[in-house]
T-cell receptor
């Protein structure tokens, strides 16, 4: 079965650089969520999109932005990177808003 | 906003024993409670979930109970195996979206052969 695809799997950036993370949801899933998981921490909700519109916002820094495109894939853009942004970033999708989430394998971002 | 507390933070058991992890939540509007298993560096994997209109749910060796009045829910794993060793997270969501999850702090479960 198709799963949520995230790219890249690993990304190394320097402080103050920018990064773009991509997420391709499971076909027919219309809702995408982004989560950030720091080392030894639980995942934290960042932002979500339903039918290409932002549906909810969590603890996402102003330096980050995201969008969902017409083909339902989503991108998380991160600017002015800080050391504290080093984390696993997970994208998840769902078929309906009251169905379970399906997580991608994540992007490990390292900021040096 | 929602706050989820999870205990214990670490749990060590012998193979074949049972393991119990407990969570409490603060928002009475929460109505969806999933449990995830996460191995190091990998994605969270849903192992069982429960909705607020159900008090208990079981899937083979895994069961979850929910007490809405007390706002707590628990994960029970019976006949534990070494491959059950991982970090387990409880979570809660409310309203019309089951995707905006608030997670507990996680429990590191170690099953000794």
């Amino acid at each position: 079965a198709a799963g949520v695809i995230q790219s890249p799997r690993h990304l190394i950036k320097e402080k103050r650089e920018t990064a773009t993370l991509k997420c391709y949801p499971i076909p027919r899933h219309d809702t995408v969520y982004w989560y950030q998981q720091g080392p030894g921490q639980d995942p934290q909700f960042l932002i979500s999109f339903y039918e290409k519109m932002q549906s909810d916002k969590g603890s996402i820094p102003d330096r980050f932005s995201a969008q969902q495109f017409s083909d339902y894939h989503s991108e998380l853009n991160m600017s002015s990177l800080e050391l504290g942004d080093s984390a696993l970033y997970f994208c998840a999708s769902q078929l309906q808003r009251v169905s379970p989430l399906h997580f991608g394998n994540g992007t490990r971002l390292t900021v040096t | 906003g929602e706050n989820v507390e999870q205990h214990p933070s670490t749990l060590s058991v012998q193979e074949g024993d049972s393991a119990v992890i407990k969570c409490t939540y603060s928002d009475s509007a929460s109505n969806y409670f999933p449990w995830y298993k996460q191995e190091l560096g990998k994605r969270p994997q849903l192992i069982i979930d429960i909705r607020s209109n159900v008090g208990e749910k079981k899937d083979q060796r895994i069961a979850v109970t929910l007490n809405k009045t007390a706002k707590h829910f628990s994960l029970h794993i019976t006949e534990t195996q070494p491959e059950d060793s991982a970090v387990y997270f409880c979570a809660a969501a409310g309203g019309t979206s089951y995707g905006k999850l608030t997670f507990g702090q996680g429990t590191i479960l170690t099953v000794h052969p």
